[in-house]
């Protein structure tokens, strides 16, 4: 099968209500890797995320997959930084999302085992998923979005308000899919995890990628000033 990458925006930008969210931003996502989208509040990290994933829309420039858009669509997954719990069972919110692609009842319920097992949450697969701690929701936000096996997942702020071992049984789920060959894009304010995950990092600051490139050279001598001063955190104004 056709990769549906590298996705490509090409002075994409984003307005809401005459006002300018986003861009325009140039950039090439390829195949492989995990991304890292930093930046101060309000520069336009989870703008850029959700118009990558089609939530929003493309007000000006153009975005374009390898593939049609709609069939780009099916094959990637976002993980919201507050996740959306359904009132039903653990069992049921994973089995969903197959469900809906025309997976049958058993199998899709086999499926969410299997998949509830993998992500620690076998113990909860009878609970009602709102009822789930922080790092339980999370977690299964986290298996919901993967289940359907996407090439291209991403993720905005998966660990704001988790604890150390929640993050950290989160980065170790999200290196096993990195290995496994899914494509990560994820938005995250702590510079601990951005060192410790990314291959590859986009600072944004006020609506445009203002520096991107390798995670490594990036974190040891950015290039800007302003990046500079966000990875040592400071304020930027
Ligand atoms: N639905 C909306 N309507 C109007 N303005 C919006 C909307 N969503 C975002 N914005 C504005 O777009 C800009 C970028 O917001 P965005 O949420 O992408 O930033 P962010 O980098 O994710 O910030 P944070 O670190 O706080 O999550 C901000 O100025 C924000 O106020
Ligand atoms: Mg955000």
Redesign the pocket.
Known sequence: MVSILPLKLSAASAH??G?R??GPVSLTLGQNGLTVVI??????????LRLMHGLQRCSGGALSWAVPAAEARQRQAFVFQAPIMMRRRVIDSLAYPLRLRGIGKGEARAMARASAARFGLADLLESRAPLLSGGEKQKLSLARALIIAPEVLFLD?PCANLDGRATREIETLLLCERARGTRIVM?T?DMGQARRLAQEVIF?HK?VVHESGAAEPFFAAPDTPEAAAFINGDIVE
């Open positions: 809401m209500h006002k969210l986003l930046g101060p509040n309000g520069a336009g990290k989870t703008t850029l702020e938005s304010h944004m609506g």
